[in-house]
């Protein structure tokens, strides 16, 4: 259908939808659309279309999708002042790391930035920390790309590595994810980027979240941390850290998740990473397995563990459900897009099905 809207207007699209500018002038976290730039907007996402002058849309809703229209910018005043405030950093390489709760609009942040440095000159690498939501690379990874164009999100980019920690949540892997997102770090920096943005997790309410952010950004060491909070939910934190801090607002566009849509866009970044598998079979004595006595004896091929792939220069391969284990003749059958033989296998403690669905085991 089309849809037209007044200029000064932002369009708040719930996905599943495809979104298509037929005329006019749009952005969306900062990025100008062009006319018939196609943009998709996945289920459980919500994107914003700010109108600069009266557009008209091509758009197509899914199911349980919808489309709204609120007056003016939905991005925050106070995300300019922290763009402001990274463009007056001198040095090269600028890091910054973005905090703030589950649900706050972190990714959103995360892109607005990306699209107010970037302007095609400069390289800005974004590093995604979030295991439980990543936009980068599968749930349960660390990963980072690089661009130097404007995106609408950030699952857009193309994943260059990824760290496997193998779970969906920091609070049971805490110094894994601190040494993931160190490592990855490191390995950005030698691509030399002008601007490295690290978008964090939403663990952040307990007395072990504040010691472990703490500690993040102690190892990480930012030039600039810009922290988004509704109220004071980042008080200790904040109080804690030792590096220039920009605080800004949430926007009010912001749409709350459900634990189900949190599981089913998960599942979209197993889906993604796992389109058109096939069962590969790898003796065990071939591959180095990590860490050590992770495969069951017994196997259900319905119910899998989620498993990564490595060459031998560590390279991230992909993705891989473990279906079957041989103990007579010591094969491992995974289910995975990978065709190179893997030098390594890291073993996850996330369940999944045939269907690709997180199970609880």
Known sequence: MHH???SNKTMLVDGPASVRLVTGKAEVFGCPLKESHRVLVRGGKRLPFFIAEQSTFDVSLGANSGIAETVGNTNPPSW??????????????VTVMVIGASDCGRSSLSTYLLNSIVDGKCKVAILDGDLEQSDIGPSATIAYAFTTKRIAELYELRLKNAFFVGVTSPLIATSQTIEGLRTMQNEVLQGQPDYLLINTDGFVSSDIAVR????????LKPDIIVALQEHDELAQ???????????????????????EKRKFLREMTYSRFLKKAKLQCYPKSQIIIEPKNSIPKDQQSEKGLLVSLYSRDSKFLGIGVLREVNQVRRVLKIQTTVLAKPFRILVGKVVINQKLQEVQD
């Not at 300019?80 to 390489?93: D, H, S």
């Not at 472990?212 to 190892?219: C, H, P």
């Not at 605080?247 to 009010?252: H, L, Y």
């Open 4 to 6: 037209t809207i007044e």
């Open 80 to 93: 300019g002042k922290a763009v402001e405030a990274i463009l007056n950093v001198e040095k090269r390489p």
């Open 212 to 219: 472990y952010k703490t500690e993040l950004v102690e190892t």
């Open 237 to 259: 934190i904040i109080a804690n850290v030792n590096a220039p801090l920009i605080v800004a607002e949430t926007s009010f566009a912001l749409k709350q998740r459900t634990p």
